[in-house]
């Protein structure tokens, strides 16, 4: 029995098992969850939108009425192609979906911690004065006509 994966050269069924298998433990694993539902979303997008070209040119070509010269047959051919189509754009929304996901966790996850962290860096030497090392010294301390007092 064929799943209809064979032959086609498309790993949708390997990438919804690898989207099962993520346990959610470091932000790695978002990143990683963002990047195959992204590649689960474009596939579906590019099979169910070929699949709804197909499906409407192969109804355009159903015998309908005599007098209407096969318009009719058209015109519900691309109806019918059309909900696929919708189907389509919901799975290339899908895909999209993820990668917001993964924007947003940095926008309120990471961005806040990097900030924070560069204020304790910056805000080290400017709030504790005295004691430092490597550094020039900020005020007061030092050898003489170091920009401190002179002794």
């Known amino acids: 029995m064929s799943t209809g994966d064979d032959g086609v050269g498309s790993n949708l069924g390997q990438l919804i098992k690898m989207l099962d298998a993520i346990e959610f433990k470091t932000d790695r694993d978002l990143y990683t969850y963002a990047k ?3 590649a689960i979303g ?4 590019l099979r169910v939108g070929m699949d709804a070209d197909l499906i409407s040119a192969i109804l355009s070509q159903y ?3 005599w007098y209407t010269f096969g318009l ?3 015109i519900r051919g691309k109806l019918v192609g059309y909900h696929l189509h919708v189907g389509a754009n919901a799975a290339k929304v899908l ?3 993820g990668v917001k996901m993964y924007a947003s966790f940095v926008k309120h996850f990471i961005k806040p911690e990097q900030e924070a962290e560069a204020e304790s860096r910056q805000g080290k030497g400017k ?3 005295g004691f430092s090392i490597g550094d020039r010294p900020s005020d007061g301390a ?10």
């Open 36 to 38: 195959i539902l992204r």
């Open 42 to 45: 474009m596939e579906l997008h």
């Open 72 to 74: 009719q047959s058209k």
């Open 95 to 97: 895909g999209l979906s």
């Open 127 to 129: 709030s504790k004065p």
């Open 63 to 65: 015998k309908g009425k």
């Open 142 to 151: 030092g050898k003489p006509g170091e920009g401190g007092r002179a002794a």
